[in-house]
């Protein structure tokens, strides 16, 4: 199809096809990214491919700038996208330079909650979904933790659950829920559930720490956790998940009441 005058084509990938003089475009024709673009992209390459290890040292840039034939600023700016992205640490000095940073879970993690806390906030994300989330994601990652979860992550939820009747502070209380719910989701063994069910915990978690609940309200989730723990030391994925699913509706009704004043 041939482009119209002042007519601006962009394809379905978000790229601006080559045009001939006479209007029809140059098929698979893509423009050509920036210097310091592609001296990022080629770094990252050999980043995530573990050419270059994590915590290796970059050469200077005056020899990456000789190795890609490109200017020391050139260079400079390529190392500020990696360094955007959390892929290279500078620091100065003597024995400063950029190193290697490999991303972690926790890094992106953050990021993402990051992200999903700002949409909250503008309420493009309700309370609701941010439910339906956590329960789509915590649910299987009991029944994952129940078929997976080494003696030392049992143990860890053990001692989170052990002597709850011991009065706590909020604070201590809330950060003692959520490392029960961290160790679970830690030991589905599954990274990328990891990444994506620790941010809305913790959006959700904020929450309820700035309310005021009832002492049942604690007695109830420290029970319900030991009901989960013991699903879990006993390796039982169905009743580890039916645990989990029943305390997430139990406790869904207060984040609803916060969400409503």
């Known amino acids: 199809m041939a482009a119209r005058s002042g ?3 962009i394809d379905e990938r978000g790229a601006r096809p080559a045009v ?3 209007g029809e475009m140059l ?3 893509r423009p050509v990214a920036h210097a310091y673009e592609q001296i990022a992209d080629q770094l990252r390459a050999m980043i995530v491919t573990g050419r270059l290890a994590d915590g290796e040292r970059l050469p200077s840039e005056a020899t990456l700038a000789g190795a890609f034939s490109v200017s020391r600023a050139t260079v ?7 360094a955007a992205q959390n892929l290279i640490r500078t620091s100065k000095g003597r024995d400063g330079g ?3 940073s490999l991303p972690t879970i926790e890094y992106v993690s953050e990021t993402l909650g990051s992200g999903i806390g700002l949409l909250a906030q503008a309420e493009q994300v309700t309370v609701d979904q941010l439910l339906e989330v956590r329960e789509l994601l915590e649910v299987p990652a009991a029944g994952l933790a129940a078929l997976r979860s080494g003696r030392e992550r049992l143990g860890a939820l053990d001692a989170l659950h052990a002597g709850d009747e011991a009065v706590l502070d909020a604070h201590n209380d809330f950060a003692r829920n959520a490392a029960f719910h961290a160790t679970v989701i830690k030991a589905s063994e599954n990274a990328l559930l990891e990444l ?3 941010p809305i915990f913790e959006i959700l978690q904020a929450r309820l720490l700035l309310s005021s609940l009832p002492g049942t309200f604690t007695a109830s989730v420290a029970e319900q956790h030991a009901v989960i723990a013991d699903a879990i030391s006993c390796g039982n994925q169905e009743a580890a998940e039916t645990a989990m699913r029943e305390h997430l509706r139990f406790i869904r009704p207060y984040y609803r009441g916060l969400a409503e004043r």
């Open 27 to 29: 098929p698979g024709v």
């Open 76 to 82: 400079r700016e390529g190392l500020r996208l990696l």
């Open 20 to 22: 001939r003089d006479d």
């Open 98 to 100: 950029s190193f290697v």
């Open 196 to 198: 994506a069910a620790r």
């Open 7 to 9: 007519e601006s084509v």
